[in-house]
């Protein structure tokens, strides 16, 4: 798969390069905005199916949920990259200067005084600290909670700076006796709402409030907002202003190879399903790339992650909510998964000595920002440049003449800082009595010893596959 070119911003995504971005070009307004200054979905994660040794990529919708979402994931598993999607200006504008309050922030109550342009007194402070945290769940609307109270003490106990806040937000804000109300034409029809720190109780309001969510996800404690903080300054961060449906595909493919965190807030509801036929197709290709088996590939392993309220219906094996292991992959692409933590870089290549892999796969490898290269054609050809990364696919294992092997592996490490090599296991049950598997030695008095080495376990054999990386 060639690299993909997506419009939207980055942040820290020099050390991963893994999409190109074109910064969409927005036109200047002074006009009010129409975006949700909070969220309102209900999230419980079940985290006992997540893996801690494996690698996630998180793909969501851009709400500011979407935050506290990847604070409780944090917890549990490494985070390779963040996907956010939106096609709403002003909500992509709001992510990213959530992401840099969250980032200048000392401590909980700045980060809570700067997004509402208020100062608390010593008595809203004592409030705010006493209150429950919420551990795996981040708070949002119910038709009635009991915080409402609260709600109105902290409301009390603060000075709201109106000017500064419509000079930041560009919302119509206006403080009235229940709190901070706001008025803004957002897709989801919901054209006035009541923004708050903690409380999300429809009953008390009479309006869907939208919440902060203050002791749940990263503002649970201090500790889980240092522990955002490093996120957002160490994680690849791609913020794509596009529709989800039209790009839904793109990214799960380029990301195939790895377990995915797909937050959809409560997008794929009948409520918007009903607006936008188009997010079907969202959903199809969720439950088809979640449960396909081997043959039928891309067999992938996701996790979907809904607001609680209104949840779309999926497979088991893709609910997070009802989720309870890891999928069974096949040999293929768990072997897969393995080669992606070692590819890096933009302009790579995969060389094999199937004609048939290439003619199936209409000449794109499955690997992500990668070419395809037949082995005859790799070892006749010249080559004027060096590329990123260099991925020698079973050649010996798929009838390669020793002589054409070692002239591709010493090829293929003079013309490349990273080559990854994976062949048959000649120790495994799988190949112990055939011609198709290798010794480690054999790579070794070629090329010397590796950097890394690493044995791949089969479904019904240990070991059964040998990976080999050489980088400098």
Not at 274 to 298: A, D, H, W
């Amino acid at each position: 798969m060639e690299k993909i070119t997506f419009t939207g911003f980055g942040r820290n995504t020099k050390k991963d390069g893994f999409y190109k971005l074109v910064k969409p070009v927005f036109r200047k307004s002074n006009s009010k905005k129409n975006y949700y200054f909070l969220s309102n979905d209900i999230v419980k994660l079940k985290s006992c199916n997540l893996n801690p040794n494996r690698s996630y990529v998180f793909i969501g919708i851009a709400n500011p949920h979407s935050l506290h979402v990847l604070s409780l994931l944090i917890k549990y598993v490494g985070i390779e990259r963040i996907i956010m999607v939106d096609n709403n200006q002003g909500q992509i504008e709001h992510l990213l200067r959530l992401m840099h309050l969250i980032g200048q922030s000392k401590d909980r109550m700045d980060f809570l005084e700067s997004l509402f342009c208020v100062d608390f007194n010593k008595k809203a402070i004592e409030v705010l600290k006493s209150l429950d945290r919420n551990l795996n769940e981040i708070r949002g609307a119910v038709k009635r909670d009991n915080y409402y109270k609260v709600e109105q003490l902290l409301w009390q106990n603060l000075i709201f700076n109106r000017s500064k806040f419509q000079k930041r937000y560009r919302l119509g804000a206006k403080l009235d006796d229940k709190g901070l109300r706001i008025v803004s034409k957002t897709v989801g029809g919901i054209k006035e709402y009541y923004a708050t720190f903690v409380c999300g109780s429809l009953k008390d309001y009479g309006k869907w409030p939208f919440t902060a969510a203050f002791g749940s996800g990263y503002l649970q404690d201090e500790e889980s907002l240092g522990n955002m903080k490093r996120m957002i300054s160490s994680i690849p961060i791609y913020i794509i202003k596009a529709d989800l449906s039209d790009v839904c595909g793109k990214l799960l493919l380029s990301n195939r190879y790895y377990p995915i965190l797909f937050w959809t807030s409560n997008l794929l509801s009948q409520y918007f399903v009903k607006q936008n036929r188009r997010l079907i197709s969202v959903i199809n290709l969720l439950k088809t790339y979640g449960t396909n088996r081997e043959p039928n590939f891309p067999e992938m392993d996701i996790d979907v992650i809904q607001d609680m309220r209104d949840q779309c219906k999926f497979p088991r094996a893709v609910d997070n909510s009802r989720k309870v292991s890891n999928r069974s992959l096949s040999d293929h692409t768990r072997t897969f998964e393995e080669v992606c933590k070692y590819l890096t870089g933009d302009e790579n290549m995969e060389i094999v000595n199937v004609r048939r892999w290439i003619d199936q796969d209409r000449g794109a490898s499955k690997l992500p920002n990668t070419s395809y290269m037949l082995q005859d054609t790799f070892n006749k050809r010249q080559f004027n440049k060096k590329f990123t990364s260099i991925f020698l696919h079973i050649l010996f294992g798929h009838g390669s003449s020793m002589v054409d092997y070692k002239k591709t592996l010493i090829k293929a490490r003079s013309i490349s800082s990273n080559l990854i090599i994976v062949e048959h296991n000649a120790a495994s049950n799988d190949f112990r009595d055939t011609k198709l598997g290798i010794k480690k030695q054999l790579i070794n008095s070629i090329l010397g010893k590796e950097n890394k080495f690493v044995e791949i376990d089969g479904k019904h054999s240990k070991r059964r596959n040998l990976l080999f990386v050489y980088n400098e």
